[in-house]
């Protein structure tokens, strides 16, 4: 397992606990990923032993820089936290299964929190390809659910995307447009019309991924057209 060393070009807020990290090597290279690809991104611990943790990338392979949406939680993020543009992370990779399969006819991403980190690249590739996408994003509040802006953007610039957000906190904005709750079978069979001949995409808590996904199964959907990256 080799580690190289890459500069953080730029760093963005996207909410109290959340930030999304730009990076790439000292000549400005990016590795060659596939779409739902992670990397092991290690700091030196205060210890000044290293402390590595993995992450999806956010980006996707045709953008120029290595993206990771990364929300504050545990030793390593604080440690991430303490570091600016221009300072280096070393990173290692690619690695993981959480790929996209070219034979889905449709593709369905349902994502919570910071879960969208590796489904942004996947609904990018999937739009480049044409096919029919739909997202499922959500998060307690409208800060959560991180990239919405963009994901709406999209959905307008392209017939094929379909943008489906929730709020699953007990407050929500007066003017909230979109759908309240997790997103379970009885959501996604009232927007999608149909699960059948549909890939699902899933990628959040172990909690979320397991639930939804036994309940696809149970509701009809093979398993093999169930992928899942989740974590906790």
Request: glycine share 10%.
């Amino acid at each position: 397992m080799e580690f190289e060393a890459y500069v953080i070009r730029q760093i963005i807020n996207e909410s109290e606990d959340v930030r999304t990290f730009k990076l790439s090597a000292h000549d400005g290279r990016v590795p060659k990923y596939q779409p739902g690809h992670f990397f092991l991104l290690r700091l030196k611990g205060e210890d000044g032993k290293p402390v590595q943790r993995p992450y999806s990338a956010a980006s996707h392979p045709s953008e120029s820089l290595l993206s990771f949406c990364i929300k504050l939680k545990g030793t390593f993020t604080h440690l991430l936290w303490q570091k600016k543009e221009g300072d280096d992370v070393e990173v290692s990779g690619p690695y993981g299964t959480f790929l996209l399969s070219p034979s889905d006819a449709e593709r369905v991403f349902i994502g919570g929190g910071v879960g969208i980190s590796a489904l942004r690249s996947h609904i990018i590739q999937t739009i480049k390809e044409g096919k029919p996408a739909f997202l499922f994003h959500s998060a307690k509040k409208p800060e959560g659910l991180i990239y919405a802006q963009e994901m709406r953007q999209l959905a307008q610039e392209n017939e094929n995307f379909r943008f489906f957000p929730s709020l699953t906190g007990e407050a929500v904005p007066p003017d909230w447009s979109g759908l309240r709750g997790r997103i379970g079978v009885a959501i996604l069979k009232e927007k999608l019309g149909t699960l059948l001949g549909k890939t699902f995409y899933l990628c959040g808590s172990k909690e979320m991924a397991g639930e939804l996904s036994e309940a696809l199964m149970a509701a009809g959907v093979p398993k093999e057209r169930i992928k899942k990256d989740e974590w906790g």
